[in-house]
Each structure stands twice: as structure tokens, then as C-alpha cells.
């Protein structure tokens, strides 16, 4: 498989007036070509400040990406490239679309307008051609009649049209990767299925790879390929959705799938809960950082970060279960020939 | 599970409109009707704007009844004088979804939780802080959190301040108005085990409204869904999730990712068409008919009640006359 995006230990830090808060503490993943690649974790776990860094949106200062991260697309380090190059890179090659609609698109340009932009600056269009590209756009994502639609304002659109609309301005100049961060929490489900649909559906026709930052699970298992599971800015855990599914390793991401209510689990009976809250990521811990929360905690778990034990060719985990010399411990039964 | 038959809240036509102009109605509510048994949890789901945060806020008494009656133990909520007014607001509470705006920023969180208390004279002095202590605990947090202020806790723990607050003055009855949706799933998951657990403790009464159906399914003895302003279909969360009968429950059920790879594989998604319609001024007949893919003639002249078609099975279709 084709590497469209490479990502090597990308450290990403802010300075606030209580230090440095160190929200993604050297990452590294791939992202293949045309396939979507799942970022699930719960809030602060730097899932957004990765996919933002993916395309140098983190405002520096305060951020700062660390020296020595690497995120090679098309050969070109990111992380080194000039205002300049980025401005090229932004929106013609990867694009991005937002968690709320309403705040992301500018209230006072039509939608029409918003969508020519891209097409203005990057494809060098006049100004006619790109409007009726963008009607076309608008049309692609099932707009009805979007010629009307062009012409009105964020305002005149519901949120499952918005989100469309956010689409159509992200993919307009067919790019390469599309970073959708948690683009349906804010829609409702019969929405979320409609837009989810329809991401999937410009993906198989433009050969997009996507890059879907959520926490809902179940949008999870229905769209991505792969999946990477992140904890206090570290991914913990990856693999394809079969293997994180069936065969989860890491306890945190255990006590992830365990803490949403399946369709056919007994009423009333109590949801596995994780206690505690994540560690604070002005003073990370040294060793693992899961170590406060995991009911299998071991004394070298507070000491040493875990190494990255490999369990078959696309699943990784770090982990002091997976050590030659730990206890063996078994995945919880809920996870287990729940089919 | 409710070990009697005993009805708290009767709901009875209920209406609730706003006039959003000269010749507009918003029908938020339109002819509701239900009951709910003592110590019992009925679901209300539905997409937004489908009135369910309304439908609840009006069987609180927190805006009035266009039209209708809410029968609490017997007596008309939209009927009460001032005193008999505080008397039912002792006994009914409500949780509300944002755990940043409803809580005053200026109060410390034991402030917070003694409003009721002393408003109600329930207790002084030190018992009222014992009382604050007790309440605390029970939710989950430390005496110290007492002095704090609500900047201070992460959504969850603000969350938890609310139900503290809300079960303050002893009451019977609570309505929970998205409790869940602002948290994240680990959260959520403590904050659905601790009102299950308040539930079984104390025998209270909930109201449960929310957008997330496994977790009303979860949480739910029956469950009501809701459709631009009307029920649609109401039913023991066992039977509306086993066997939906309205269209609208089954394209909203198959909505639902399951997070497991192999289901949503072999799922066959029902897709509705476009988003729900306005309920200003909305068009006579069946709601749903225009988005329904077994519409009939009649789905757009008369408007279906609700039915009881099997045992505590009710439906408000045409399919099933």
C-alpha cells in the first residue's frame, strides 16, 4: 500500500503562563492512500491538536511543534515549510472540515463565494468559472437547487446542509487527504448517517484519504479502515477496525469499548466506568501514562514508558502487559464472543 | 423496574405552541400524551427540534400549557397556586444538559446545592451542612468540593454537582434533560450508572431525555419517541428497539452505528431523505408522511392518534388501522 502522509515522532507543545503543556508527546503513524484512518480518544487527548498540526493550524506561539517531528507529504517536511508553501498546500492538497459548521463558514459571504475561493486561489479560475464549479460542488454533495443555494448565507442553511456546504469548500479542489474532525457530533444521528454516507461515497469517486478525528465508536466501525487509539497526546494503540474490535489489547482501550451501552446488552445493568480523569500534561507521568487509571497496573508501569509490542503486522500496542514477563492477562469477557 | 402500578405523571393532551409571528405557530408540542409510574424512567427521544426538551419543560410548570393538563399525583401542574406551586417544585426536579451554563459562577458548588434547602426550609445550620456533605458524597465528591466554585470541576464533576443540587429537597420526581450529552463516553458511562443507582436507592421517578438511543435504551424501562411536536410511538424499550413498528423508529434505529465492525457490515440502513420540516404552521395529516416511504393518500388528510396495538404498544400510524 501506498504512504500518502508519514508522521515521525511529531511533538507538539503550548506555553501558558503555568508552563509547558505538552499536548502531543511524539507521535508517529502513516496514513495509506485513499483509505480513512480513525483518531478516537476522549477530550484533551490531543486527537485535534494532531490533525491541526497535520496541516500547521496550531497558532505559533503558543504552540510550538518541536524540533526533530517529522510529517513528510509528497516527499516535503511540513513541519520546515515556509507561509508561503503552506498557503499551496492548505486546501489544494489537504483540507479540512470542522466540528460546528455554524462557527467555521463566514457569515457574511454566500456559500457560493466560500466555495470559488479555494478554487480562485489554487486553480487560477476567474471568477464565473469558479462559481459554476462550486455549484457543481453543491450539487455533488446533495444540495437541491443549488444553483438558489449558492447565492445564500451560512445563516439560510440547517446544520445538515452546513455541513454539506463545509464538504463541498473542503473537497473543491480534489484534494489529496481530507482531515474531518468530529464533522457529525453535532448533527443528529439520522444526519450523521447521511453525512457519513456521503463522505464515503467522494471518497470511493475522488480516492480521498480521510483522516476521521471522533469519539463515537459506532461511526468508527462503520466507515474507517484503521483505527489509532490516543491517550494523553501518545497513541497507545493501533490497528485495522477488525483487530481493534475483536481483538483489543491496550486496557484503556478495553475500557473504551466497554463504556458504550451495546444494543443488546442487559437493561440497567451497570456500564464499566473508568475512574479518574487523564494525567496532567503540564507534568506528564514518567512511566506509562494510563498507569493512574489501569486496574492492571504493575510497578514498572509507573516507572518506564512501555515499549511498542508488535501483535500482528498492522496492530501495534504499548504496553507492559504484552512483556515476556507479565502476568498473562486476558481481554474482559464483555469484549469477548459478544457475536 | 417499578414494582407497582401506581401513575405519578399523567400527561393529557398536552399542547404547547409559540407564536413566532403574525400568522405563525411553532406547534412545539402538539397533543401529547403519556404516563410515567412511580419509580419508573420513560425515555423521550428524537432528533432536535422534535420538542422533546419542551415537552419537558412543560410537564416542570416551566412554561405554560397551550393547551392540555399535567396530572402530578392527581393535581394540575398548570393549575397551581403560589403555594401549592413551591410544594410541587419540592417534590419535582430537573437536571439540565449543559453542565457550564446552569450552574451560577458566582456560588460556591455548597451554595449551590443549599439554594433548595433553604428556600424550602428544609434544614439550618449545621444539619443543612451535613446535609450539603451527605449530598456531596453521594454523588461522588469530596466535602471539600463544598467551598469550590464551579470553574474549578470538569464537566463530569459539574454534572454531578447538578444532581446533587436537583436531589437537594428530597424530591420524587426528575426530569433529565440531556444530562449526558455534553460529557464524553467514559464520563457519561458514570454519570448513567449514578442515576441508576440513585434510582434503586432513593425510588425516584425519571423523566430521561436524550439523542443518544443505546443510552436511553439502557437506562429506560419504556421509551417514547418524538416527531416534530407529536408521539409517534411509545413502548417498554424492550419491545420499541426489538420490534419498531413506526417507520420513523426503524429509519431512526438503523440509524444508530454499532460500534462493531461485523454488524455495521452487514446492517441495511433505512435512509430517510432530507431533514426534518419546520413546525411552524405544519401541513395537516401525518406529520412524518413526506419523508415516509409507505406514505398513503390519507397520510396527508388525517392526522393518526395514537394506538394501542399490542399490550403497552402504541403507535401513531396509518399503516396500522
Given at each position: 500500500m501506498e504512504k500518502i502522509l508519514e508522521v515521525k515522532d511529531l511533538k507538539v507543545s503550548f506555553h501558558t503562563y503555568a508552563g509547558e503543556v505538552q499536548a502531543v508527546r511524539g507521535i508517529s503513524f502513516h496514513l495509506n492512500k485513499g483509505e480513512t484512518l480513525a483518531v478516537v480518544g476522549e477530550s484533551g487527548c490531543g486527537k485535534t491538536v494532531t490533525s491541526k498540526s497535520l496541516m500547521r493550524?496550531?497558532?505559533?506561539p503558543p504552540g510550538e511543534i518541536k524540533d526533530g517531528s517529522e510529517i513528510l507529504f509528497d516527499g516535503k517536511n511540513i513541519c520546515t515549510m515556509s507561509e508561503k508553501e503552506l498557503r499551496e498546500l492548505r486546501g489544494s492538497d489537504i483540507s479540512m472540515i470542522f466540528q460546528d459548521p455554524m462557527t467555521s463558514l463566514?457569515?457574511?459571504?454566500?456559500i457560493g463565494k466560500q466555495i470559488s475561493e479555494s478554487l480562485i486561489i489554487?486553480?487560477?479560475?476567474?471568477k464565473t468559472e469558479a462559481m459554476t464549479e462550486a455549484i457543481k460542488m453543491l450539487d455533488l454533495v446533495n444540495i437541491p437547487d443549488a444553483d438558489k443555494r449558492a447565492?445564500?448565507?451560512?445563516?439560510?442553511?440547517?446544520g445538515g446542509m452546513r455541513q454539506r456546504a463545509m464538504i463541498a469548500i473542503a473537497l473543491a479542489c480534489n484534494p489529496k487527504i481530507l482531515i474531518a474532525d468530529e464533522?457529525?457530533?453535532?448533527?443528529?444521528v439520522t444526519i450523521q448517517a447521511q453525512i457519513m454516507e456521503l463522505i464515503a461515497d467522494l471518497q470511493q469517486k475522488l480516492g480521498t484519504a480521510v483522516i476521521l478525528v471522533t469519539h463515537d465508536l459506532g461511526v468508527v466501525a462503520d466507515v474507517a479502515d484503521r483505527i489509532q487509539v490516543m491517550y494523553a497526546g501518545q497513541i497507545i494503540e493501533h490497528g485495522t477496525i477488525d483487530e481493534i474490535f475483536t481483538n483489543p489489547q491496550h486496557p484503556y482501550t478495553w475500557a473504551l469499548l466497554q463504556s458504550v451501552p451495546r444494543l443488546g446488552t442487559d437493561n440497567k445493568a451497570k456500564l464499566y466506568s473508568l475512574q479518574g480523569t487523564p494525567p496532567d500534561l503540564l507534568k506528564?507521568?514518567?512511566?506509562?501514562?494510563?498507569a493512574a487509571r489501569c486496574?492492571?497496573?504493575?510497578q514498572i508501569c509507573r516507572e518506564e514508558m512501555p515499549e511498542v509490542t508488535t501483535i500482528s503486522e498492522n496492530h501495534e500496542v504499548c504496553c507492559?502487559?504484552?512483556?515476556?514477563?507479565a502476568p498473562k492477562v486476558d481481554i474482559p469477557e464483555a469484549l469477548r464472543g459478544d457475536k | 423496574m417499578p414494582n407497582n402500578n401506581e401513575i405519578l405523571i399523567e400527561v393529557k393532551n398536552l399542547k404547547k405552541y409559540f407564536?413566532?409571528?403574525?400568522?405563525?405557530?411553532?406547534?412545539?408540542?402538539?397533543d401529547v400524551s403519556f404516563f410515567i409510574r412511580k419509580g419508573e424512567t420513560l425515555g423521550l427521544v428524537g432528533e432536535s427540534g422534535c420538542g422533546k426538551t419542551t415537552c419537558g419543560r412543560t410537564v416542570m410548570g416551566m412554561y405554560g400549557a397551550t393547551d392540555g393538563e399535567v396530572l402530578f399525583d392527581g393535581i394540575?401542574?398548570?393549575?397551581?397556586?403560589k403555594k401549592a406551586k413551591k410544594d410541587f417544585a419540592r417534590r419535582a426536579q430537573i437536571i439540565f444538559q449543559d453542565p457550564y451554563a446552569s450552574l451560577?459562577?458566582?456560588?460556591?458548588v455548597g451554595d449551590i446545592i443549599g439554594e433548595g434547602i433553604d428556600i424550602h426550609n428544609l434544614y439550618s445550620g449545621q444539619e443543612r451542612t451535613n446535609r450539603i456533605y451527605e449530598l456531596l458524597q453521594l454523588v461522588?465528591?469530596?466535602?471539600?468540593?463544598?467551598?469550590?466554585?464551579?470553574?474549578?470541576?470538569?464537566g463530569g464533576q459539574r454534572q454531578r454537582i447538578g444532581i446533587a443540587r436537583a436531589l437537594a429537597i428530597e424530591p420524587e420526581f426528575i426530569v433529565c434533560?440531556?444530562?449526558?450529552?455534553?460529557?464524553d463516553v467514559s464520563i457519561q458511562a458514570q454519570v448513567v450508572n449514578l442515576l441508576i443507582q440513585l434510582q434503586q436507592e432513593l425510588g425516584l421517578t425519571y423523566l430521561f431525555i436524550a439523542h443518544d438511543l443505546s443510552m436511553v435504551k439502557h437506562i429506560s424501562d419504556r421509551v417514547g419517541v418524538m416527531y416534530l411536536g407529536t408521539m409517534v410511538e411509545l413502548a417498554s424499550s424492550h419491545d420499541l428497539y426489538?420490534?419498531?413498528?413506526h417507520p420513523y423508529t426503524q429509519a431512526l434505529l438503523s440509524a444508530i452505528p454499532v460500534p462493531d465492525p461485523e454488524v455495521e457490515r452487514n446492517k441495511e440502513r433505512i435512509k430517510l431523505e432530507g431533514e426534518v420540516p419546520s413546525p411552524i404552521n405544519p401541513k395537516p395529516g401525518c406529520r412524518f408522511a413526506p419523508r415516509?416511504?409507505?406514505?398513503?393518500?390519507i397520510c396527508s388528510e388525517q392526522t393518526p392518534m395514537l394506538k394501542?396495538?399490542?399490550?403497552e404498544h402504541y403507535v401513531a400510524c396509518h399503516l396500522f388501522d
Open positions: 493550524l496550531i497558532p505559533e463566514n457569515p457574511t459571504m454566500t489554487h486553480r487560477g479560475m476567474s447565492h445564500q448565507y451560512p445563516h439560510e442553511f440547517s464533522p457529525t457530533t453535532a448533527l443528529d506528564p507521568p514518567v512511566g506509562c501514562s494510563f486496574e492492571y497496573c504493575m507492559w502487559l504484552k512483556h515476556s514477563m | 407564536q413566532v409571528g403574525k400568522h405563525a405557530t411553532l406547534k412545539a408540542v402538539d394540575d401542574v398548570h393549575k397551581l397556586n451560577n459562577p458566582r456560588m460556591t461522588g465528591l469530596n466535602k471539600e468540593h463544598g467551598s469550590r466554585f464551579p470553574h474549578e470541576f470538569s434533560d440531556e444530562p449526558i450529552s455534553a460529557l426489538g420490534k419498531p413498528l415516509c416511504r409507505y406514505a398513503k393518500p394501542e396495538i399490542e399490550k
